[in-house]
């Protein structure tokens, strides 16, 4: 989530400050306020919304909650955390679905904010949920826009209804009507209708987008936005929702490296959801916006039920299972390494799903810009370049049958050796864990349901975790860091996060995807 790395970065190095705070003053609740202030204001948020924000937060922070609290600090970022989701919209809206079919969903926004990118990205969507999406092809004045919407649907595996070659010829209200018309016919639960976008607001873009509108009756009007498009964001959506209406938001290029504050800004000035967010180029890179977990991103609090879903979706629960049967009967080879890759990848960039974690944002971020997803790929070249029973059992791979696999697969003799090594080191581990031990992992004690002797002399030696006094109260127990977080830093600098990996934990991981 590059867009929010600088003001993530600014938040979180103001809450580090509070860390040896044991009571907090009125005047270090206005200063952290003001550095607040001043972060928001530079990621380009709307001051409006930046006034508002702070004028909640300082009193909250000032209240008996924090006063009370046994960690003020914490209880601070909670604050702020609360505060952050209710300026990103509140709660979760999905897409809502005509009672009747078909389903007419309108896609409205300036020229260049992705909206056929994300016509395509939103079929591709539904058809995984097992809906039957058309595309119609209504943007017929921006030059090639019907040819790239046809590209796109047809990389979507979706039907496009383009019966105007476009290019400034064609009726875009006759157009989108017939759409809803042969989506009826041709059985199509939902109608997505790509309209034209402008340079700027103009008289000719609100009046051709509004006919389109009370043509069709669409069920949802989805205002698509660059979430990099800086303070000109509030003035488009206000000028959009006066001129058309819309009944929700898309940030689209949520992966860039602007501010991007002033797309968070639409959702509180304009009263209208945040519906999805468009995280990068490809057709599967789009996420449904849930404000929470945005917030706890944007606070480097991590994304974990965001890494799970796309989990879910990416790997096979019979193959897993495979997979955990051979590694307890150390039978994991090379080719199930491979399979694994290969699920892996379809969850998306490795950078990505690692920079949801807690914590990775702030203490790991240099190691997370190292991270280089293309390594993967040349592991993979190596293992395809291996015989099925090189492949079966790595101990047969003598000198010359390396340097055949180096010269198969455009590497060099050394990073082959390095990747054996490495799988192999990584396979022992994987089978100690699952026969239940901790295989001597950086920082993982001991797994769920493993019995105390199944620790190692060397662990059972080693120094005390430090475990910070819980509170006997449960209100007060229910806001305090989780009893056995070593003080490490986190995020915050206020104790390591729960699920946070460590330095040597994340360096493992590079080392088994490739990265030296």
Do not use: C, W
């Not at 058309?134 to 019966?163: I, K, S």
């Not at 977990?293 to 994304?303: E, F, K, P, Q, V």
């Not at 592991?379 to 101990?395: D, L």
């Not at 449960?474 to 600098?493: D, H, I």
Request: glycine share 10%; charged share 25%; hydrophobic share 40%.
């Amino acid at each position: 989530m590059a867009t929010f790395g600088n003001l993530s970065e600014r938040l979180t190095e103001t809450f580090k400050n509070l860390r040896t705070k044991g009571k907090l003053s009125a005047a270090d609740v206005d200063g952290t306020v003001r550095e607040i202030r001043r972060a928001l204001l530079d990621a380009d948020v709307a001051l409006p919304v930046v006034k508002a924000f702070t004028a909640r937060v300082r009193e909250r922070a000032l209240g008996d909650e924090v006063n009370r609290a046994l960690n003020p600090a914490q209880q601070v970022v909670q604050i702020v955390n609360e505060e952050l989701v209710e300026i990103l919209g509140g709660q979760q809206r999905p897409l809502q679905f005509a009672k009747t079919a078909p389903t007419v969903i309108m896609l409205a926004g300036l020229q260049g904010s992705g909206k056929t990118t994300f016509a395509g990205k939103l079929a591709r969507r539904l058809q995984r949920d097992g809906h039957t999406p058309l595309l119609v092809a209504a943007d017929l004045q921006r030059p090639n826009a019907v040819n790239q919407l046809q590209v796109v649907g047809e990389r979507a595996g979706a039907v496009v209804f383009a019966p105007e070659p476009g290019n400034g010829v064609g009726d875009a209200v006759k157009v989108s009507k017939a759409g809803v018309e042969y989506a009826r016919q041709k059985q199509h639960d939902v109608v997505i209708i790509d309209t034209a976008g402008r340079l700027g607001v103009d008289e000719a873009l609100m009046k051709e987008a509004a006919q389109v509108r009370r043509a069709t009756q669409p069920d949802e009007v989805l205002f698509v936005i660059d979430a990099m498009i800086g303070q000109d964001a509030v003035a488009t959506a206000k000028a959009f929702q006066e001129g058309v209406d819309f009944t929700g938001v898309v940030l689209s290029k949520l992966d860039g490296d602007a501010r991007g504050g002033a797309a968070l800004s639409v959702a509180s000035l304009t009263e209208r959801p945040i519906i999805f967010a468009s995280t990068g180029e490809g057709l599967d890179d789009l996420e449904e916006f849930h404000p929470d977990r945005m917030a706890s991103r944007i606070l480097d609090l991590g994304d974990i039920l965001t890494l799970i879903e796309q989990a879910q979706q990416a790997f096979d629960e019979e193959e897993a299972r495979k997979v955990a049967e051979k590694l307890a009967t150390e039978a994991f080879t090379l080719d199930d390494f491979l399979e694994q890759m290969q699920q892996l990848k379809k969850m998306g960039s490795m950078k990505k799903m690692l920079g949801m974690l807690p914590g990775m944002g702030g203490q790991m971020k240099q190691q997370l810009q190292d991270f280089d997803d293309s390594e993967i790929g040349r592991t993979e070249a190596i293992i395809r370049s291996m015989t099925p029973g090189e492949r079966h059992n790595t101990k047969v791979l003598n000198g010359s049958r390396r340097a055949r696999i180096a010269r198969g697969s455009g590497v060099t003799v050394t990073e082959v050796n390095q990747l054996v090594n490495r799988f192999e080191q990584a396979a022992k581990m994987m089978k100690k864990v699952a026969r239940g031990e901790s295989a001597g992992i950086p920082g993982m004690g001991a797994m769920p349901g493993q019995k105390p002797g199944a620790s190692t002399k060397r662990q059972k030696k080693g120094k005390k975790r430090y475990q910070a006094p819980q509170s006997g109260n449960p209100a007060k127990r229910a806001v305090e860091p989780a009893p056995a977080a070593a003080p490490t830093g986190s995020g915050f600098g206020l104790g390591a996060p729960q699920g946070a990996p460590s330095e040597s934990e994340l360096a493992e991981i590079q080392k088994l995807f490739g990265k030296n």
